[in-house]
């Protein structure tokens, strides 16, 4: 059962749900009469909990579209766009998405929102517009933590980052003209000089490969955090049979996608498997009801999904 502490904010008391490694505030706003007005008029002390907290659940906050994007200006300012795109979605209303578009039956591996990319937004919010019949959770992991219980050889290994590669060709993930949000070659290779990627343009398509760190200090706390997406980049994160025929199509070299280590080398599967189980130690799950506002600090916190059942529809919006 969740505890209650004094984290009240106009008048309603949080709910603590905390696992031992991810703890989350959650504000129940049934009883209020205008929650989007309670949203606004208590945004500094929400942004406050949000920054030191990393994890806030505001049940019952939004009862559409509209609603979602005021709650998050008021507690996250303007809205990003979601650019060096390497997930499927769709635009829904100005820069509110879907979220990531992925077989209903798979999980997505934990992770921190554009953490591979030299800019990431600092807060991700996801608005619960129509329930899944079953699971369907965002399950969420405290970042400090899972650095914490990360194995010191493991983090030594990583040390100087990870190197992400991309191979974008028609029919085979995303293409270049989505990742990048331009059709125009000159933009691309603009946005790369600027972003310390490197770029080869190849007879079906676009190659890149770039190094970013694999910890980082977060902004509003200056704790270190494990904070990439080597778990999610590398090859062993596919399904067994579709890692099996890419390999049999491709060189390494021309995946779609791929994560190693600083200096070129293979990322131990070992190691993989470890970070993943981390994950799963670390993580916390909240069912979503209709018109909940999760909100999360990018930095403190990792999100994923659970598969489901239903015609769950979860938007998001960064900031």
């Known amino acids: 059962m969740p505890r209650t502490e004094d984290s009240t904010i106009g008048g309603v008391q949080a709910a603590v749900h905390d696992n031992g490694h991810t703890a989350a505030l959650v504000y129940d706003l049934a009883t209020v009469e205008d929650p989007l ?18 994890f806030v659940l505001l049940r019952g906050a939004s009862r559409d579209v509209e609603a979602f994007h005021q709650v998050v200006s008021a507690v996250g300012g303007d809205l990003l766009e979601y650019t060096e795109r390497s997930t499927p979605r769709s635009a829904v209303s100005g820069n509110i998405y879907t979220s ?29 517009q129509t329930p899944p019949a079953t699971g369907g959770a965002t399950p969420i992991a405290d970042s400090r933590s899972v650095l914490a219980q990360l194995p010191a050889d493991l983090r030594q290994r990583f040390s100087d980052g990870v190197v992400y590669t991309r191979t974008f060709r028609d029919g085979l993930g995303l293409s270049w003209e989505e990742a990048f949000q331009t059709a125009d070659r000159a933009a691309v290779e603009q946005y790369c000089a600027g972003h310390g990627i490197e770029f080869e343009w190849v007879e079906d398509g676009l190659r890149t490969r770039h190094r970013r760190p694999a910890t980082a200090r977060a902004a509003h706390t ?9 778990n999610l980049f590398h ?3 596919l399904e067994p ?12 070299a021309d995946l779609p996608r791929n994560a190693y280590l600083a200096d070129g080398g293979s990322i131990p599967d070992e190691d993989l498997r470890t970070i993943a189980s981390v994950y799963d ?12 506002v999760l909100m999360i600090d990018n930095m403190l916190m990792a999100h994923g999904r659970e598969p489901f059942t239903g015609d769950r529809r979860i938007l998001v919006a960064m900031s």
């Open 222 to 230: 200056g704790e270190e955090v494990w904070f990439n997406q080597a």
């Open 100 to 128: 990531t578009e992925y077989p209903a039956d798979q999980a997505i591996p934990m992770h921190n929102e554009s953490s591979y990319s030299s800019r990431w937004p600092q807060s991700v919010f996801f608005f619960c």
């Open 37 to 54: 007005a309670w949203v606004t008029a208590h945004r500094e002390p929400l942004r406050a909990a949000l920054r030191s907290r990393g």
């Open 241 to 252: 049979e579709v890692r099996e025929a890419l390999l049999a199509l491709y060189a390494e």
């Open 281 to 292: 130690r670390v993580a916390l799950a909240l069912p979503y009801r209709q018109g909940d």
């Open 235 to 237: 090859v062993s994160g």
